[in-house]
């Protein structure tokens, strides 16, 4: 159940970004509350990870604005950054490092000191297997790493979490275990952005869905439709149409 917030901690407003003479993005807006998870649905190409990308200031936007906390990400990165975690599709670690170096060391550069402890007891709370946690991550599963991205987030207390295909090529328990971990953050009260092609997972775990097709937001989902509905055929009912049309 999403918790029952209205606090827009994620806000993409009116954002519109081309990248030489074609539009990827064409102004589209959505808001991420509080204990919230959206799934940012569509097909390859549809301009996901360029909303990803500006939200994390990695790009400007042409016009609108994207913002996280209140913070507006073009007129301060830093402290947008400061409340956000990112777990991109493949985490990046340092993989000579153990799970709990990579843990210490990333939240030291994002500005976060707790003791060894606390730190090997996030990754026991994110349910690193015992074994690994002293382990290179060179020796880790896809699974292993992403519980990895979800410490270091729970290390820095992020208010917003982006990821980008989270679930890909995780095998079924791996893929459920994250989901669980993903409800647990959303039932602290962080704002959750996943932008995804697991129409299961979405389904699943997914308070709202915003359905990206060719740089516009072509379906918004949320609340008690979220329950009713069939996701994979409205998916393909709108990806169809825009091809259609
Ligand atoms: N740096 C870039 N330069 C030129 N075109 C780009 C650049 N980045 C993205 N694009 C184009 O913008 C459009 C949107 O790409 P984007 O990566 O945001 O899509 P996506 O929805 O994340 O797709 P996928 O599901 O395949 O990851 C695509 O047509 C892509 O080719």
Sequence with gaps: MLKETTQAVIEVCELKK?????????????????????????????????????????????????????????????????????????????????GLENVSYMSQIAGISLSQN?????????????????KAISTYSKGMRQKVGIAIALAKQATALILDEPTSGLDPSASYEFSQLLGQLAGQGVAILMATHDLFRAQEDAHSVAILNQGQLVHRLQGQDMQDVQLESLYLQHIRREALC
């Design 118 to 134: 606390e730190y090997r007891a996030l990754l026991e709370k994110v349910q690193l297997p015992a074994h690994a946690i002293d």
């Design 18 to 98: 081309a990248f030489a003479d074609y539009q990827a993005l064409k102004g589209i807006s959505f808001t991420v509350n509080a204990g919230e998870i959206l799934a940012l649905l569509g097909p390859n190409g549809a301009g996901k990870t360029t909303t990803i990308n500006c939200l994390l200031g990695f790009l400007q936007p042409d016009s609108g604005t994207v913002s996280i906390g209140g913070i507006n990400v073009q007129h301060d990165v830093v402290r947008a950054r400061q409340q956000l975690a990112y777990i991109p599709e493949q985490v990046a670690l340092y993989p000579r490092l153990t």
